[in-house]
């Protein structure tokens, strides 16, 4: 078996033959010492000739795509799939805070095309059209994910946090989460659905994640919260 590189906060670890390697807040790659996380949360192993990730907590679930955003899984607790990409993302959240690191392997057993290019100003690439301000609205809420440098951690705003990011009422904001998350779940997006068990935090993370996994928004797109900031800034302190 050829070995396996994880990346997390420009830091690097070998996952070697035969030996198994956690990710949690006592194991092999210490995330954090964040209480809300588990102490051994995923779990990378060689079974049946491969490498697999899997999910050996029982609170937290986490967000997997490969580096292109194309394929993407929701890996709840219990659950485990093959390693097949040459790069594997990792998105988890626990209490106010995601995490993002990176699988890199040698292997690559189906290899997925990059996304076409976009014609300049389009976005049409993205894989549910959305509204600019919807677009704006994620782009606030994972804004500290996206403006690093390499998988690491982020803080996800409170909806006060966010709304005052962007210069809306808590109103405005409320109504436009639950419109883009709305959509999301009418095409098969798992935790965004409101209710009984699944708080605005829960769903605000589970939103992060799934945009930044899948490309929904880049770093590309911090320029609309600049531009947002110039639209709302007070004349007579210009």
């Known amino acids: 078996m050829n070995p396996l590189k994880i990346e ?57 795509s490969d580096a292109t955003g194309q394929v993407q899984a929701w890996l709840a607790p219990g659950a485990r799939l093959p390693i097949v990409f040459p790069q594997l993302n990792v998105l988890f959240s626990a209490g106010s805070t995601t995490y993002e690191f990176a699988i890199h392997a040698a292997e690559d057993y189906y290899a997925s095309s990059a996304m ?40 996800i705003p409170t909806s006060a946090e966010a709304a005052r990011r962007l210069h809306w009422s808590i109103t405005t904001f409320n109504r436009k989460l639950d419109n883009v998350c709305e959509k999301l779940d009418k095409i098969g997006v798992a935790g965004l659905r409101g209710g009984k068990g699944n ?31 110039e639209a709302h800034q007070d004349p007579a302190s210009a």
Request: glycine residues 6%; aromatic residues 10%; negative net charge.
């Open 116 to 155: 076409a290019d976009s014609v300049a100003g389009s976005t049409t690439i993205a894989p549910v059209p959305l509204t600019s301000s919807q677009r704006l609205l994620i782009v606030a809420l994972a804004e500290h994910i996206l403006r690093q440098s390499s998988p690491g951690r982020g803080e």
């Open 199 to 229: 708080l605005a935090t829960n769903r605000r993370l589970r939103l992060v994640e799934y945009a930044v996994a899948t490309r929904l928004v880049s770093q590309e797109d911090l320029y609309l919260i600049d531009r947002n900031d």
């Open 8 to 64: 997390f906060c420009g830091e690097w670890y070998d996952v070697e033959h035969p030996n198994d390697f956690h990710v949690g807040r006592e194991s092999d790659l210490v995330i954090d010492d964040n209480p809300y996380l588990h102490r051994r949360f995923l779990r990378i192993y060689e079974e049946f000739g491969m490498w697999w990730l899997g999910n050996v907590g029982n609170l937290l679930a986490a967000t997997v």
